[in-house]
Every structure is written in structure tokens, then in C-alpha cells.
Nanobody, 120 residues
Framework: VQLQASGGGLVQAGGSLRLSCAASGSTFSSYRMGWFRQAPGKERELVAAITWSGSSTYYADSVKGRFTISRDNAKNTAYLQMNSLKPEDTAFYYC??????????????WGQGTLVTVSS
């Protein structure tokens, strides 16, 4: 599966952005999807994940209550709605896909990063 992330940009603190991850080349609905982020000088972290059906989600503590992951299998697209953004949310955001049995941080397919910059 090929992944194309989009939707990043510059936003003021307290603002919102919605990231999209368009998938192609395989059966999107069979993949678990995740959004990761990596800020300069920091390790990559899993921000949110969603099962293939959308029935179960995961959020890092740092984004709970502010970010929402979703997917539209008919459109082969996953989303990350980010509200109440903070300067510490500034990072490159990556979408990733995994099918089959794997650990929660294991993803085989990655999109390119999209930069989110939150100004104070």
C-alpha cells in the first residue's frame, strides 16, 4: 500500500488542523492505521491509531481529548483531526499502515511526513 499524507501547515496555538492520509495500491480496509510524529531532536512517537474497522482507537496521553483519528474505508483515507493545538504539537506527522499480526508500534508502510507548526 502507498500512503500520501497531507494537511499540515502553520496554525496559531488553540487552532485546528485536519491531516489526511490517502492510501492506494491495496485493500485499505484490511490495514490498521497510525499517525506518528517526530519533532526535531526528539524520538518518533505514536500519536493515535485505529483498527481496520474503526471500532477501536488509541491515543497518546499528550493528545487525548484534543485529537481524533478516523477513517473512511470507502475513500481509502484516514484522518487526524487536531484541535486545541499547542506549540509542543509542532512536528512532522507521518501516517503508517500495518496488516496482519504485529506489535502496536510495528508498521510496515509509511507515508511521507507533513509538517505541522503551531505558533504561540
Amino acid at each position: 500500500v502507498q500512503l500520501q499524507a497531507s494537511g499540515g501547515g502553520l496554525v496559531q496555538a488553540g487552532g485546528s488542523l485536519r491531516l489526511s492520509c490517502a492510501a492506494s495500491g491495496s485493500t485499505f480496509s484490511s490495514y490498521r492505521m497510525g499517525w506518528f510524529r517526530q519533532a526535531p531532536g526528539k524520538e518518533r512517537e505514536l500519536v493515535a491509531a485505529i483498527t481496520w474497522s474503526g471500532s477501536s482507537t488509541y491515543y497518546a496521553d499528550s493528545v487525548k481529548g484534543r485529537f481524533t483519528i478516523s477513517r473512511d474505508n470507502a475513500k481509502n483515507t484516514a484522518y487526524l483531526q487536531m484541535n486545541s493545538l499547542k506549540p509542543e504539537d509542532t512536528a512532522f506527522y507521518y501516517c503508517a499502515a500495518q496488516n496482519g499480526v504485529a506489535g502496536p508500534l510495528e508498521y510496515a508502510y509509511w507515508g511521507q511526513g507533513t509538517l505541522v507548526t503551531v505558533s504561540s
